[in-house]
């Protein structure tokens, strides 16, 4: 059961409210007003070209924040969880952002719900994942490590096209590539687990369930296990791929004949050609080749509804 603090989200004095890069609508500015003039230890940062994300927050944690509310999108929200992890401090999600995924996971998807986290105080201890490089260089990821093609799709898309499209925006950005994919070959190992190797469209390692704005791709992804979720895309038809995207976008597919899905605790990928990913909505550069789950790393509020065993339809 999640930790429950006594009292609401202003029982923090002290809590800065992270905002990401883009302007806010008229809602959204609405709930930070109400949030920050209730609560007169709460304090406003915004992400600059000088500052990002992680740094401002770990600049609150250390000037004393009690909490840090990201406010952002789902790259915020894992800068937020990188810099608050293994520091006790807790954090909370308000969904500023396209897809909002992780925030999906939490039951905190809506402002209302949201909102109505910061009241109810409900707190879960929930995983991390660290991510390292062929280039030697190791990120953090909260939600979803997504390679090949969705690489490809969060390419193809800039922010006049997420900003039209909302959520949409991955499923639109699909269209654009679907019909030329870069197969893979890939040599995948969980744990000590014999390595097996397949051709694929996408590896996605995960510890919440759902990516590109709502498509469920792990539907049985509990973010407290101390597990990763791993799924293969396997190579097939432009319209097969399709067809089955469609049908992950609406519903839980455990199974399914294009679709291999696999459970550790580390991951190690070796490709070819070489895999690049997008990891919690920003694009690597690097070629991520082991992924290892961090186990409770991050302290995080959830929602009314969250469950760790979600109904599966």
């Not at 304090?43 to 509310?69: C, H, K, Y």
């Not at 986290?117 to 707190?123: D, E, Q």
């Not at 070819?272 to 997008?278: G, L, S």
Request: aromatic letters at 4%.
């Amino acid at each position: 059961m999640p930790e429950q603090k006594p009292d609401s989200g202003s029982s923090y004095l002290r809590a800065m409210v992270l905002l990401g890069g883009r302007d806010l609508d008229e809602e959204q500015q609405a709930l930070v007003d109400e949030l920050v003039g209730a609560n007169p230890g709460w304090f406003l940062e915004r992400v600059t070209d000088e500052w990002g994300p992680v740094e401002l927050a770990r600049r609150g944690v250390e000037a004393g924040a009690e909490l840090i509310v990201a406010a952002g999108g789902d790259g915020t929200v894992s800068a937020v969880a990188e810099a608050v992890a293994g520091r006790g401090v807790p954090m909370a999600i308000l969904p500023f952002g396209t897809a909002n995924d992780f925030a999906r996971t939490l039951s905190v998807a809506t402002l209302d719900e949201a909102r109505r986290a910061l009241a109810l105080g409900h707190i879960v201890d929930a995983d991390g994942v660290r991510v390292e490089t062929r280039e030697g260089v190791e990120h953090f990821v909260l939600n979803v490590a997504n390679g090949g093609l969705a690489w490809d799709i969060g390419d193809s898309l800039d922010d006049d096209t997420k900003g039209a499209w909302g959520p949409l925006a991955y499923a639109r950005g699909a269209l654009d590539v679907i019909g030329h994919p870069t197969v893979h070959t890939v040599r995948v190992q969980v744990d000590d687990e014999l390595p097996r190797e397949e051709r694929v469209l996408t590896v996605a390692v995960s510890s919440g369930r759902t990516c590109g704005g709502g498509l469920i791709l792990a539907p049985t992804g509990d973010p407290q296990d101390g597990l990763l979720e791993v799924t293969l895309l396997l190579e097939a038809p432009p319209g097969a791929v399709a067809a089955l995207a469609a049908r992950m976008r609406v519903a839980d597919v455990e199974t399914d004949d294009g679709l291999v899905r696999l459970r550790g605790r580390s991951v190690s990928v070796e490709s070819d050609p070489p895999m690049r990913f997008v990891l919690d909505g920003e694009l690597a550069e690097e070629h991520p080749t082991r992924f290892s789950v961090l186990p409770g790393a991050v302290r995080i509020h959830v929602g009314e509804h969250y469950t760790r065993e979600p109904a599966l339809a």
